[in-house]
């Protein structure tokens, strides 16, 4: 491997001090030359002891910087660590993950070898603790009733071109062709950057052999104001690109329509209270079958949980869209609503 060039290294950060130490651990546990990696952990200015986790490793390890993101998001933080990366390759690792000895080495590798503007690799949910809604948090994550065709959450068993994948894996010359991360996209910057780079020609790859360990939230709450967030930032995306990325990101806005559009009458029109049960019913009736298939391997009580964590998520993300949708596409905001800048990690 010594002929392998330097690695940059960006991991946005902001109050995560459960996760930061095990992440770096897992960098650092890596195969890939230590005088061929650059680390920059961005902090956006954490209210926790994140900061001092990451001065304790970047004087323990010279390959480790710490660099100060007053922008407090994640794409301004990317940016911070971009202007300061010198590698040929750029490497986006989240806090809320671990990863594998060889997760660089074989990003990189795959990158060489296929040309690709971006590489990653599947993402696997872990739970945040051990109860009963951390864990089917974490199973509804990775399960297709949960997040539809998204590969890098439900796996794949071979090699496939896709439209986004987690953590990237980047030229750093793709950057002075396409442009930085948008800072006004607090969530699904990454999305949005890939499209960019597939507009130019660029393909976006995942590949099997290679995974990273994602924890989940812990809660109903921080799972709802997560994906609400992912929701709401996806029409702006669209506005930005010309065009909706991928068809499932309508399926939950759809349903949260369809719910509001029949309930709304259904007190004093019969037929939008009939069309009302059989939504719910049908969707009911889906969450049953799903919570059935997870019994033996999970147990009954996150199975049941999943019936209050995949209304959580669909309907977040959906009352998400919709509030986007009149955000960004009918009110043609120029920028997101104060309430919804929030932190900046997954």
Request: charged share 20%.
């Amino acid at each position: 491997m010594s002929n392998r060039g330097l690695v940059s290294i960006i991991v946005p950060c902001r109050d995560e001090e459960r996760f930061l130490a095990a992440c770096l651990d897992s960098i650092i546990a890596n195969d890939y030359p230590k005088d061929k990696l650059e680390v920059f952990v961005v902090d956006g200015e954490s209210r926790d002891a994140s900061v001092v986790i990451a001065e304790s490793y970047a004087r323990r390890y010279p390959f480790i910087r710490v660099l100060q993101n007053p922008g407090k998001t994640a794409p301004a933080g990317l940016n911070r660590g971009l202007r300061c990366a010198e590698g040929d390759i750029v490497m986006r690792m989240d806090v809320h993950v671990s990863y594998p000895p060889h997760y660089i080495s074989t990003l990189v590798d795959w990158l060489n070898r296929t040309g690709a503007g971006n590489v990653g690799g599947i993402c696997i949910t872990r739970p945040a603790n051990d109860s009963a809604i951390a864990r089917a948090i974490a199973i509804a994550l990775a399960h297709p009733f949960g997040v539809g065709n998204s590969y890098f959450r439900i796996g794949t068993s071979e090699p496939r071109w896709v439209d986004t994948v987690p953590f990237g894996c980047y030229r750093s010359e793709v950057f002075r062709q396409v442009g930085l991360f948008d800072e006004e996209l607090v969530r699904n910057q990454d999305d949005e950057f890939n499209l960019r780079l597939i507009k130019h020609g660029l393909g976006i790859l995942l590949v099997p052999d290679v995974a990273s360990y994602y924890y989940a939230r812990e809660s109903l709450s921080r799972l709802w104001r997560m994906y609400f967030q992912y929701g709401y930032f996806k029409p702006l995306v669209a506005r930005k690109i010309g065009g909706v990325l991928t068809v499932r990101q309508l399926i939950p806005a759809a349903f949260a329509s369809s719910l509001i559009v029949t309930g709304l009458p259904a007190a004093w029109f019969f037929p939008a209270a009939i069309a009302s049960g059989l939504i719910i019913l049908a969707y009911t009736l889906a969450i049953i079958a799903c919570a059935a298939r997870v019994v033996p391997r999970h147990g009954c009580k996150p199975a049941l949980a999943l019936a209050v964590v995949f209304p959580v998520l669909h309907l977040s993300y959906g009352f998400g869209y919709l509030k986007g949708i009149m955000d960004f596409l009918v009110f043609r905001n120029k920028s997101p609503t104060n309430a919804i800048k929030v932190p900046l990690s997954r």
